[in-house]
């Protein structure tokens, strides 16, 4: 699990270090560095993907060198799969302070500190390395244990990372083998859920928080039918492929009061029942350390909706995986509160921060939760705004 994220000249920050925990919420107003924090993971993930992060090759090196290396042909791949962030222009955060401007990106996983320092080059999208420090214990400057100390975990486990703009309804959906059964990987916009399901709906969802009380069976169709039945009740997913065509096709039934619907196709349900698939499936999906990054996990969805997204992905955390999500929604705080009241997470496990950003920085208050879900401040502008608005209702 990624315990600290660092983060130096990076676009809207300088020099930022965040607490991550199991499960994490980045708040804030608009353009305030949410999503920036997400990019920089995922450029990670991207960068190694692509092979120009490949760090076990650092080790003997790094161990003749005192765990710092200079290395040749590697860096941040800032366009592909995962983000498409530009050119080094665009990466760099514009307020740099340094004559040679670098831009860098630490993490702290369990005792290891792992940090990669990129050179700025301003026309460039793959930004070549310079520094490598790993892997030191974040207290001093043991020698790593072990192979899992050469490779940071959050580098190659499980992963999903779904932007907020997803899928919507559609007659197909694309059928890709290789993310699907390869890689196990829902794409950026989901793209993919609808033939992972495909392939994958009868894999059990494991015992747990994860498993809905009301769903049909403990496997991932049934499931995930069960946690949309939050959002709709009565409904039903099915993924088929379309014979003679590289793509596969949804459908939603409904349960009547006269018995079972005919199938019916996405766009002839609600919008929100398509649109927050990918992110059921990927909580369904995740297990004890994988990785989930989350873009407003309540977009499209009714109020319950919403705090159903939250005790859904407060499950995957609570089951080991790590969530990391972007949210506006005051349910999905609420949500996360009551998981920790009710018990089903730790106060510890849930960390909360907000972002205020004014342009030129970023400023982060982190609020603490405690064993009854309350938070030990609320920082002006922080989910203030129902208060805020019945004040003036009733004043
Ligand atoms: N290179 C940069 N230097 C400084 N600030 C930047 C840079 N790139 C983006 N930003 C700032 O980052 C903010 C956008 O961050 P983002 O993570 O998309 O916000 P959020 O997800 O909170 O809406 C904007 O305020 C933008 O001005
Ligand atoms: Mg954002």
């Known amino acids: 699990m990624i315990d600290r994220l660092a983060l130096h000249n990076f676009k809207a920050f300088g020099d930022m270090s965040l607490p ?8 804030g107003l608009n353009s305030s560095g949410k999503s920036s924090v997400l990019q920089s993971i995922a450029l990670l993930r991207q960068s190694h993907e692509a092979g120009e992060l490949a760090v076990s090759q650092y080790l003997p090196e790094a161990r003749r060198a005192g765990f710092h290396v200079g290395v040749a042909n590697q860096g941040f791949l800032l366009n592909g799969e995962l983000v498409g962030l530009g050119t080094g222009e665009d990466v760099l955060h514009e307020d740099f302070a340094e004559d040679e401007p670098r831009i860098g990106i630490g993490v702290d996983e369990g005792p290891y500190h792992y940090g990669w320092t990129v050179e700025y080059e301003a026309e460039q999208n793959l930004l070549p390395l310079l520094d490598v420090d790993l892997p030191l214990t974040s207290e001093g400057a043991a020698a790593p244990t072990g192979p899992e100390a050469v490779t940071p975990s959050f580098l190659t486990a499980p992963f999903q990372y779904l932007h907020a703009d997803r ?4 007659e197909f959906y694309p059928r890709d083998h290789h993310a699907v059964i390869g890689r196990g990987f829902l794409g950026v916009r989901g793209e993919h859920t609808v033939n992972f399901l495909r392939h994958h709906g009868e894999d059990p969802v494991p015992e747990g928080l994860l498993q809905h009380p009301r769903a049909a069976s403990d496997l991932l169709r049934d ?5 949309m039945g939050d959002l709709c009740p009565g409904v039903d997913i099915r993924a088929d492929a379309i014979e003679g065509v590289d793509a596969v096709r949804l459908s939603y039934g409904f349960q009547g009061t006269l018995g079972p619907t005919r199938r019916r196709r996405p766009s002839h349900v609600g919008f929100g029942l398509t649109y927050v698939l990918p992110i059921v499936v990927a909580c369904l999906t995740a297990r004890p350390g994988s990785l989930v990054l989350l873009e407003n996990p309540e977009a499209h969805l009714h109020p319950h909706g ?19 999500m ?12 009551l998981a920790v009241k009710q018990e089903r997470l730790t106060p510890g496990q849930a960390v909360f921060h907000y972002f205020r950003g004014d342009g030129t920085g970023v400023e982060v208050v982190s609020p603490r939760i405690d064993a009854d879900g309350m938070l030990d401040q609320w920082p002006e502008g922080f ?3 129902l208060e805020n608005t019945l004040d003036q209702l009733i004043g």
């Open 20 to 27: 991550l925990g199991p499960l994490t919420l980045l708040t």
């Open 167 to 170: 899928i919507s309804p559609a």
């Open 223 to 227: 499931q995930a039918a069960a946690w």
């Open 306 to 324: 919403q705090t159903q997204m939250a005790t859904l992905c407060a499950a995957a955390a609570a089951q080991g995986a790590q969530v990391i």
């Open 326 to 337: 972007e949210t506006h929604s005051d349910h999905v705080i609420n949500g996360v509160r």
């Open 383 to 385: 989910f203030d705004e």
